[in-house]
């Protein structure tokens, strides 16, 4: 394998390729024996554990078979979130096996939604009503339980995406004024370098603390994602200009210098 630079590949085509890499490692550890009670789930190899949080892979997996055209992936992609809506809890949560923590049913709900538009009419009637269910349950839940003084700020970026992507699908007018509410909580916390606090531990009920990392790779994203979605020019503005002074922690060669965040 040789890198960007000595591929002088296109930018997405180099993505792309990366992406499909990454999903025939993933493919290889999916459970794929229909007898098997785990069947679609993907084994952790170093420890075993049927994670919920590694059926997100429905999306990277939808979105290679977008790509190439790959049965085996569409296929591995319903597999995986058929396993994932079978581990539901009654309110519509996913723990985070083997955590008790359900915070994380935003990123499962948002892989979900993102591959239902790329592989939904692939489903069976019965999968199709199975999968939106599921999702709108994941969604109720959500709006009901989200916000700071749940969950670390990463969350709530990340929900202000999911629920304004479940608001659309289901045409839901509250899921989308909770996903604006969330948003703008979230921009109100960005200091004047535009770093977002909430990632540590909580002070008079608050989290305080700034992580570079979970800004990037969670936080900012899914605020951006949230404004393509809806619209909504202010906050998209919050996010370039955080981006600009987030981009000084990353080195020549692509990696990031989070070590000075409070998760570090």
Known sequence: YQPLAAQKLHPKKEYAATLLRLDQALLKRQITDPSDPAYGAIRCRHCNVLHTRAAEAVYPFSTGYTINGDTALL????????????????????????EEWTGTTTDQLLMLLLAFDQLGDRLSREQQQSWKQGMDKAAAYLFAVMKPEFAS??????????LAKAGLFFQNNAYLQKAEALARRTVAKMDEDGFINGEGGRSHKNKMGVDLGYNMEM???????????TGDTLVNGYVRRALQNHLYFIYPDGSLDASWGIRS
């Open 153 to 162: 700020i990463n969350y709530v970026a990340t929900t202000s995406a999911t």
């Open 75 to 98: 296929q591995a992609a319903i597999r995986t979130g058929d396993w994932l809506l079978r581990q539901q809890e009654a309110d519509g949560s996913w723990k985070e096996t083997p």
């Open 219 to 229: 936080s900012l994203w899914g605020l951006g994602l949230y404004a393509r979605l």
